[in-house]
């Protein structure tokens, strides 16, 4: 009867594989903060395009110093978003570079399950050969017996 194959480091390997799960998850949500911030980025640029495309026209002092207040504001916000971006692209790439490590570890589990189980399946082989060869002989044996 065959034996069943048992390959010792399977619980590494799950370890491993659950590991680059739990990476690939963490770059999408990175990924998906990366677009939310460029899409604000972008949306406060577009309105400050909108506030400097404004006619100018006749305004009080005081109105056209609190719209030089905001465009500053905005124009702050943008640049402390382009500095968020920065933080998440490196956080992207080091996770990327986890990922990359985590995939070569559990690659060699696998590759290293890949080879376990064609030597068990060759040793398998050679066992059930030996006992068809085995009940042959038998079998002529006993046939040369009988006459």
Not at 24 to 35: A, F, N
Not at 48 to 66: C, D, F, M, V, W
Not at 111 to 129: A, C, D, G
Request: proline share 1%; net charge negative.
């Amino acid at each position: 009867m065959a034996k069943k194959f048992i390959y010792r480091l399977e619980s590494l390997l799950n370890l491993k594989s659950f590991k680059v799960k739990e990476i690939e998850e963490s770059i999408q949500k990175v990924l998906y903060y990366k677009v939310q911030t460029e899409d604000e980025i972008r949306r406060n640029e577009e309105y400050l395009r909108e506030l400097n495309s404004t006619p100018n026209g006749y305004h009080k002092a005081l109105e056209i110093q609190a719209l030089n207040y905001h465009k500053d504001y905005i124009k702050e916000e943008i640049k402390e978003l382009r500095n968020e971006l920065a933080r998440i692209v490196e956080i992207e790439n080091l996770l990327r570079t986890r990922l990359v490590e985590a995939m070569k570890e559990e690659k060699v589990l696998q590759k290293l399950k890949e080879r376990q189980y064609e030597e068990h399946v060759f040793l398998i082989n050679q066992e059930e050969t030996k006992l068809l060869d085995e009940i042959s002989i038998q079998k002529e044996i006993r046939d040369r017996n009988k006459e």
